[in-house]
């Protein structure tokens, strides 16, 4: 079976730093991605993980273990835009063609 | 280079009816995936087309059916229309092939049925 846990909500203010994560049981694995979604829009691409270890890009981070079915979303100096979900998702290949399997998403909201 | 679009935005109806939801995918993207998008279940895979063929499925019953023609534009139709289908359907295009395994979402059609 496939299952990905992570965190329903969190609350952080303007400028600290948050690190969002996310566990995962599944088959197939072959890769972890990190979308954001605003209320109300699409899901948009924030990061990419396959290999273990720190992906950095700009304010963003994303971290991955296989061996420990983990990964982060790490967000610093946070901005009120910021506020947002972030969905985990695992890139399943058990039936030879990629589908993304999604968490139920962490909503986050920014505090001035 | 535009975005996945997706038709209608919104869409009211009511049980028992059916309706047909269309996707177009960035050009050059051949594989098309559609998603449901509830409060309580989070985005669900529902299936995948590549090729006109669909490729991969989720587990929703066969109510749920979708097609891709040559030009890589993608329809998804629920029949028999229930309460509990009334969600977010989201489709994404991705490139096959290079390093990019990305997918790119469209906005997304609103379905209410009452």
């Known amino acids: 079976g496939q299952n990905i846990d992570q965190p329903t909500e969190m609350t952080a203010t303007e400028g600290a730093i948050v690190q969002i994560n996310c566990t995962y049981q599944?088959?197939?694995?072959?890769?972890l991605f990190w979308y954001q979604q605003h209320a109300g829009e699409a899901p948009t691409f924030l990061s990419y993980?396959?290999?273990?270890g720190l992906e950095e890009k700009g304010r963003f981070s994303s971290f991955l273990s296989r061996s420990k079915g983990y990964s982060y979303l790490l967000l610093k100096e946070l901005q009120m835009k910021d506020s947002a979900s972030y969905l985990c998702?695992?890139?399943?290949?058990?039936?030879?063609?990629?589908?993304?399997?999604f968490g139920t998403g962490t909503r986050l909201l920014v505090s001035p | 280079k535009a975005g996945v679009t997706q038709t209608p935005r919104y869409l009211i109806k009511t049980r028992g009816q059916q309706v047909t939801l269309s996707c177009s995918p960035i050009?050059?993207?051949?594989?098309v995936s559609w998603y449901q998008q509830t409060p309580g279940q989070g985005l669900q895979f529902l299936f995948e087309?590549?090729?006109?063929?669909?490729?991969n499925k989720g587990n929703f019953p066969g109510r749920f059916s979708g097609r891709q023609f040559s030009n890589s534009r993608s329809e998804m139709n629920v029949s028999t229309l229930e309460l509990g289908d009334s969600a977010l359907y989201l489709c994404?295009?991705?490139?096959?092939?290079?390093?990019?395994?990305?997918?790119?979402f469209g906005p997304g059609t609103r379905l209410t049925v009452l």
């Open positions: 994404a295009s991705r490139k096959i092939g290079g390093l990019g395994n990305e997918q790119f």
């Open positions: 599944t088959s197939g694995f072959n890769g």
């Open positions: 993980n396959v290999l273990d």
């Open positions: 998702a695992v890139r399943d290949l058990s039936t030879g063609f990629q589908k993304l399997v």
């Open positions: 050009s050059g993207h051949r594989s």
């Open positions: 087309y590549f090729s006109e063929t669909q490729r």
